[in-house]
């Protein structure tokens, strides 16, 4: 299977005359496949299917409201391929039709399986149960990281974003900064936007990535997944004066830390800085559920 190579405009969004910050809209790449899922299961998706051809599956982890989940369920959808998401939170397993990360990855085909959250952190007993009952299933890690990811991300980087002294990701499990550091410039400063709480993510990027430690700034603002009223303000801020929507969980977060760092004096002066839009829009909705039940300011989607 071959993926379309999809030109992603680098917007400009004008801050004063020493620093220059750049947005590149990996959100655009596909309606449902946004960002950097899209790149990290290219090679993933295209290894598997040069070696199975018969009853194909795919198989991945994800929370309820995951980008991930939604974006590999999409991917089976156009490929016509099964797919099944293993879900973290038993509790939600009679109230999944209220999700709407889930009810839409249902809708693309995708079947579920509930396990406790006890189950879940054991990834690899978990792992091991279903390659036993689905051996000839693809099994992509939660958030679509390993090395195959890391080989996807190069795409993400071009001729144009050669020229930028800062690149910048939000950091999930990790599989995108690592893809960025490995193949990007050797002058080039790269910086990760912790948006989960996670000691273990510095040593686990270094063997994804094959580089020293990479600098990873917190922009979790009290937890992964936690949305302030400060985050909703910032986005919808940021909405309106660029044209660019944000979700609430990883983007959003990280340009909101990257306008805290230049109001601080971080960056040099002069620099050219590039942030990486990962999408994770489809979060919105559900999001914004949330919000409505708090009585909270909805974010623009």
């Known amino acids: 299977m071959k993926l379309p190579e999809i030109e992603i405009p680098i917007t400009e969004i004008p801050l004063n005359k020493n620093i220059r910050l750049f947005i590149k809209r990996e959100d655009l790449i596909h309606p ?34 995951s980008n991930h989940i939604s974006a590999v369920a999409a991917l089976g959808k156009s490929l016509g391929i099964k797919t099944l998401g293993i879900i973290r939170g038993e509790e939600i397993s009679n109230k999944w039709q209220q ?58 980087l071009d001729e144009r974003t050669k020229s930028f002294d800062y690149l910048c990701t939000a950091v999930g499990t990790g599989g995108t900064v690592a893809g960025i550091s490995k193949f990007s410039e050797k002058n080039q400063k790269i910086l990760g936007f912790k948006v989960v709480d996670d000691s273990s993510l510095g040593k686990r990027i270094s063997e994804l990535s094959g580089k020293d430690q990479i600098p990873l700034l917190d922009a979790h603002f ?11 303000r910032f986005i919808n801020w940021f909405s309106n004066e660029f044209g ?5 969980i990883y983007t959003g977060k990280m340009m909101q830390r990257i306008f805290e760092l230049m109001d601080e004096g971080f960056f040099s002066q002069g620099s050219k800085i590039l942030a990486f839009h990962t999408g994770g829009l489809q979060g919105i909705e559900g999001a914004n559920e949330m919000l409505r039940k708090q009585g909270r300011t909805l974010i623009i989607e």
């Open 32 to 65: 449902e496949i946004s960002g950097n899922k899209y790149w990290k299961l290219f090679y993933n998706i295209n290894h598997y299917l040069d070696l199975q051809t018969s009853n194909p599956l795919l198989i991945t982890f994800g929370g309820a409201f």
């Open 99 to 156: 999700n709407p990360t889930l009810s839409h990855a249902q809708k693309n085909g995708m079947d579920f399986r509930f396990v406790t959250r006890t189950e879940y952190r054991d990834k690899p007993s978990l792992t091991k149960t279903f390659e036993i009952a689905f051996p000839n299933a693809l099994i992509i890690p939660e958030g679509g990281s390993n090395f195959l990811a890391v080989e996807g991300v190069k795409h993400m």
């Open 222 to 232: 009290g937890g992964y997944g936690k949305i302030t009223d400060e985050n909703i």
């Open 244 to 248: 660019i929507p944000l979700d609430p």
